[in-house]
């Protein structure tokens, strides 16, 4: 199990808790930032020794978040999923225990009654599913499963006209949700309940969107992949594999480090190492992530 890599956060009224599936891997920056080199890390101390290694690699983790609000129990991303066949073996024919670590973390797919796709890349949407005598259900049948619209549209144009290099994801884990009549599209601005809303944040894909959580007048926001790792605070401008419109992307980090800095707002990033949350400040210095409020 990896229960000893989950943690919780309260804000207000809401609990959000990290569900992992590969925790702290290790790889070089170019991964993520075709222009930049280790040395580029190190040129940020206070990335060590949690989101990078001496020698200047990242570290990151694939996860989703489970959050229990007064009214609502929500799965917000799914990752990567068992049983896959996907693009690059680490992720291929996983064998996690996600439902395990869900359970431990007081939760069973029946009380999940909504499921929230920050966008619909393969580690966003893995447990939208699993697979039952060989066929592909809904993990969380008595959930509504939330798409943007916008998102979804584009999803399905790419798979017509072969726009993408890796598709297996659209048949495994997001056309058996949508033919059992679970999906809902949603637009970008959609409040999911009085104390979670969604914030447009494009460019990494076109309908991306973060989650916003305010209640009893504390504030959160889950990044999704608006960015990956915590050196994207002092670089939000530079240019990132991953996304689909480096330009869009680029301007969206650089507006969201502009909002939350300084702000008071605990920020979690969806793919950031333990300890995956903490407060954006900034000073002469830069910009970092601190788990103590300045």
Same mark, same amino acid.
């Given at each position: ?9 309260? &804000? ?29 890390? !190190? ?36 990752? &990567?999923?068992?049983?896959?066949? *996907? ?7 996983? !064998? ?47 959930? *509504? ?30 056309? $058996? ?22 914030? $447009? ?20 926001? &889950? ?6 790792? $915590?050196? !994207? ?19 969206? *980090?650089?507006?969201?480090?502009? *909002? ?33 409020? !300045?």
């Amino acid at each position: 199990m990896a229960i000893e890599h989950m943690r919780s956060w309260k &804000i207000g009224d809401v609990e959000i808790t990290r569900i992992v599936e590969v925790n702290a891997w290790e790889d070089d920056i170019t991964m993520l930032l075709p222009d930049a080199t280790p040395a580029t890390v !190190q040129a940020y101390p206070w990335l060590l020794p949690h989101y990078a290694t001496p020698d200047g690699k990242m570290l990151i983790s694939f996860q989703c978040f489970v959050m229990r609000t007064p009214t609502r129990q929500i799965m917000l991303d799914t990752c &990567i999923g068992n049983d896959r066949q *996907r693009e690059f073996p680490v992720f291929t024919n996983m !064998q996690t225990s996600f439902l395990a670590d869900l359970a431990h973390a007081g939760f069973t797919p029946e009380s999940i009654d909504t499921v929230l796709c920050t966008h619909l890349h393969f580690d966003h949407v893995g447990w939208n599913t699993q697979l039952v005598n060989g066929k592909w259900v809904p993990t969380f049948p008595n959930a *509504r499963y939330l798409f943007g619209r916008f998102e979804y549209e584009h999803w399905l144009m790419l798979e017509a006209t072969h726009g993408y290099h890796d598709l297996n994801h659209m048949g495994d884990s997001i056309r $058996p949700v949508v033919d059992a009549g679970l999906v809902d599209l949603i637009e970008p601005e959609h409040r999911i309940c009085p104390e979670l809303s969604l914030l $447009p944040t494009p460019g990494h894909t076109p309908g991306h969107v973060s989650i916003c959580i305010e209640s009893k007048g504390e504030k959160a926001i &889950i990044t999704g992949d608006m960015m990956h790792h $915590p050196i !994207q605070l002092e670089r939000p401008g530079q240019l990132a594999r991953f996304d689909m419109d480096g330009k869009v992307a680029c301007n969206t *980090r650089v507006s969201f480090v502009e *909002r939350v800095a300084n702000s008071g707002t605990f920020v979690i990033g969806s793919h950031f190492n333990e300890p995956t949350g903490g407060y954006v400040v900034r000073d002469a210095h830069g910009c970092r992530l601190e788990q103590n409020q !300045q």
